[in-house]
């Protein structure tokens, strides 16, 4: 081909793009409800590419990303290795000496916003905290999420924290059956025919009642006891009748009961730091089974437990001391019917739990979807003194403005109904972070989130809790993409989760303004 023809053909091709410029549609066009096509503009071709904000670019240079070897025990309010390796009266001798006193930070990125009533919204969290008799017996922190929070992120750097500043150890609430098969601090491994009952995202009809617990579900080793069907008398039969007789010549022979079995392995990854692994005791939480089960708690082959467990119409706790060093912990459990297990607890003998509480999926709406009694007393029982919801994410896609009040009103019910079964707890509304969707060849954040950060912001207030605005601490509008092409990425490629050193850094600005509320709660106190 000769240079002019191609020279020609060029030419041809950018003229023809031109005039599809010119003539196609600026809103484009519809092919379906879903999908539609666009064309740039020549407006568009010929704009500059807008650079992001400045603030985020001050954020991204300024900062600092935890890693593993991050001093944890620096300005220690209590000696905290003795603490955390010590038998119960230990620890007890430890916490009689204990002093609260304000702790060191770096710095506060992002505030932790509070009510009119300021910080006395966090003295049921501070002040157990500040408390030596409280933190002798455990402080217990849940922290529910949405998919953002999976795998311990956010929620593993504050437990790393909290225990090196307060005590405690071991990873806190742990379910029978994970959800997903993703590789957490506590990698949770089934075997035998084990099933997972949930309160979200729908309801196994099997269950006629709504006692899920803290965790929103409850796992069986074997399937639910069919219901039983009412008897009736058969009234066509004689006292002396040929049936009479049969049962009597010819009884039915017994019907032996099914044994189920099933297992759990409860395994340490290569991210389970050693404090996870340092359990002093487990606490079993179950209810709804008529008939007792045997339980054997295994230390790799080492047998640490047999145990018949009593049976519980409603709910129970069985509780184990560990005195020795876990490899894999794993229980083998059998029985004729299975209980429902609504959580294991492994924990230290004091100190400080928080516990990762994971929906994928989720709104936060679930709570007025479960027995309220229920979750009253094991909130009791775990000695919860602050509750983090961080919600909205899932939500921000299908919203509209119009719809934004009905979504943070029926998430402030669930606020409302904590309160009314715990009336001193601590809540804490973390807001969605910055999420992004394609327009056109490029990635902008979602026009509803600014509005629905508002909304969640004053609702809080209104309700009496505080308030950690995430978006703002990224950097506010479009700041994902520059989380995301960060080096390291601090984002997904979904443009939607943070990577594991985006929840690193997310988790230490607020940890870092949690603790400051701290100081201040402290100061004043004295």
Not at 239 to 256: R, T, W, Y
Not at 334 to 343: D, F, K, N, Q
Not at 365 to 388: A, E, R
Request: glycine share 6%.
């Amino acid at each position: 081909m000769k240079p002019f023809s191609i020279l020609a053909f060029f030419v041809a091709i950018m003229a023809s793009l031109l005039v599809i410029m010119l003539i196609f549609p600026k809103e484009g066009i519809s092919l379906t409800n879903d999908i539609s096509m666009n064309f740039p503009t020549f407006t568009d071709w010929m704009a500059e590419t807008k650079s992001r904000p400045d603030s985020v670019k001050t954020i991204l240079d300024n900062i600092e990303i935890p890693t593993d070897d991050e001093d944890d025990t620096a300005f220690v309010n209590i000696q905290v290795d003795t603490i955390q390796n010590a038998d119960a009266d230990t620890v007890a001798n430890q916490y009689s000496e204990y002093v609260p006193r304000p702790i060191a930070i770096d710095s506060i990125h992002q505030p932790l916003e509070l009510p009119p009533s300021g910080v006395a919204c966090l003295e049921n969290i501070f002040g157990a905290l500040a408390d030596a008799e409280q933190l002798q017996s455990m402080v217990r922190i849940l922290h529910y999420g949405d998919s953002q929070i999976e795998t311990d992120r956010i929620t593993g750097y504050m437990r790393s924290k909290l225990q090196a500043q307060f005590g405690g150890s071991g990873p806190g609430l742990v379910p029978a059956k994970s959800p997903y098969d993703y590789k957490s601090p506590i990698h949770v491994v089934n075997s035998g025919e084990w099933r997972r009952y949930t309160v979200f995202p729908k309801i196994d009809t099997t269950i006629t009642h709504y006692r899920y617990g803290v965790l929103a579900s409850f796992s069986m080793f074997a399937p639910p006891p069919a219901p039983e069907k009412p008897t009736e008398p058969d009234t066509t039969v004689s006292l002396i009748g040929d049936s009479l007789m049969q049962a009597i010549f010819h009884p039915e022979p017994p019907k032996v009961k099914e044994i189920h079995k099933g297992s759990i392995n409860f395994e340490f990854t290569s991210i389970t730091k050693a404090n996870i692994k340092n359990i002093k005791q487990i606490r079993m939480f179950y209810g709804n089974c008529k008939e007792s089960f045997a339980v054997t708690v295994r230390n790799g082959e080492t047998v640490l437990y047999q145990d018949s467990v009593a049976p519980s119409s409603y709910y129970s706790i069985k509780k184990w001391t560990i005195s020795e060093p876990l490899q894999d912990l794993a229980m083998d459990f059998s029985g004729t019917e299975s209980p429902e297990i609504y959580a294991f607890a492994m924990d230290g003998n004091g100190g400080v739990a928080c516990d990762n509480i994971p929906l994928r999926g989720c709104s936060g709406t679930i709570f007025t979807k479960m027995n309220s009694q229920m979750l009253q007393k094991m909130y009791n029982d775990l000695h919860v003194k602050c509750v983090i919801l961080q919600f909205g994410g899932n939500s921000i896609p299908v919203l509209k403005p119009e719809t934004v009040k009905n979504y943070v009103g029926s998430l402030m019910s669930q606020v409302r109904l904590i309160r009314k079964i715990c009336p001193e707890m601590s809540i804490i509304i973390v807001g969605p972070a910055d999420m992004s969707t394609k327009v056109m060849d490029e990635y902008q954040s979602y026009e509803i989130i600014p509005e629905l950060v508002e909304a969640m912001r004053q609702a809080a207030f209104a309700n009496n809790c505080a308030f950690w605005d995430m978006y703002s601490a990224m950097g506010g509008w479009n700041s994902m993409p520059d989380w995301v092409f960060h080096e390291p990425p601090l984002g997904e490629k979904d443009f939607t989760h943070f990577s594991v050193q985006g929840a690193n850094v997310i988790a230490k600005m607020f940890y870092n303004a949690l603790i400051g509320c701290y100081n201040q709660y402290i100061r004043k106190r004295k």
